[in-house]
């Protein structure tokens, strides 16, 4: 099997290089070699390689400065996808891309699934949908996986800055009324090993789809900034913030260019029983990635 990888440098095509090299010979690239805001530089990328399969990891996710430059944002999150996926359709090989909770509004308390209505809030989350729409109508087969909160080890995270802060500074302020899963790239590029095999040896067309992937379970960036730093706390490493003075507010004590869904939960129903996976729940992923970055 011949597998394209595209965004290798990112936390995602990291761990993919990882996930993916016992399924077949995996071509990876990055910027340098396959730059997505020259959409048909990329396309001529899979016209050269001929894979079997495409895994998708580039993305603009810079999701305020996507507000001031649209035009990139849709070429790397919308026009590239697409057209990747018109070349796989014309090869017949399966891609795999990645979207994003902010194809919905973030309305009320409910897990949105596969169906749910959406309506993004942003130009990030506008190009990402665009970039869904594009791969569905190509009539390639594909995995799209919608995800949130994403982190990794390698490269800059939520947990690292909340450490750095809390051995800094006596007070925390953390916004408490956005609602997610954080989930690990590494979980992340392990599924995507799972489902491309599972299409690939089970010869399953109807696998193809839109699915969510996130880990199990729920929490606030407050509460998730607060489990790191007990974590953190309870295995020596030098946190200076007390307690009780890690202080919750509102997303609207910090505005932004880019509105954020205030609820990001995402419904795994399908992807756990379609591809009969159980997820782990997010505070053993981040559990694991803190004693990797701290060595405890």
Not at 37 to 57: C, G, M, Y
Request: charged letters at 20%.
């Amino acid at each position: 099997m011949k597998i394209l990888l595209l965004g290798k440098g990112g936390q995602v095509g990291w761990e993919l290089q990882r996930s993916l090299s016992p399924l077949g010979q995996v071509i990876a690239h990055d910027s340098d070699t396959a730059d997505f805001s020259h959409p048909e530089q990329v396309a001529a990328l899979v016209q050269a390689v001929k894979p079997d399969v495409i895994v998708n990891a580039a993305a603009h996710t810079a999701v305020d400065k996507a507000e001031s430059e649209p035009e990139l944002a849709r070429a790397i999150n919308a026009t590239a996808p697409g057209l990747i996926a018109h070349e796989a359709a014309k090869l017949g090989a399966l891609l795999v891309h990645y979207s994003t909770d902010y194809v919905f509004d973030g309305s009320g308390s409910a897990a949105r699934n596969e169906s749910s209505p959406t309506a993004p809030l942003s130009v990030y989350g506008r190009t990402k949908l665009e970039g869904e729409q594009l791969i569905q109508q190509s009539g390639c087969a594909h995995f799209i996986f919608r995800t949130s909160w994403v982190y990794a080890a390698r490269g800059g995270n939520f947990a690292k800055t909340m450490l750095r802060l809390a051995a800094e500074r006596d007070q925390l302020k953390v916004i408490n009324d956005q609602i997610g899963a954080p989930t690990g790239a590494d979980l992340l590029a392990d599924v995507t090993a799972h489902a491309i095999r599972a299409f690939r040896q089970a010869s399953r067309p109807e696998l193809s789809g839109l699915y969510h992937l996130v880990a199990q379970g729920e929490t606030s960036w407050f509460d998730y900034a607060r489990f790191v730093i007990e974590w953190a706390r309870a295995n020596g490493q030098p946190i200076k913030v007390a307690p009780q003075a890690i202080e919750s507010t509102g997303t609207a004590s910090y505005p932004t260019p880019a509105k954020r869904p205030l609820n990001s939960r995402l419904d795994t129903t399908k992807l756990q029983q379609t591809l009969g996976l159980s997820l782990p729940h997010w505070e053993q992923g981040v559990q694991r990635m803190l004693t990797e970055i701290t060595g405890k």
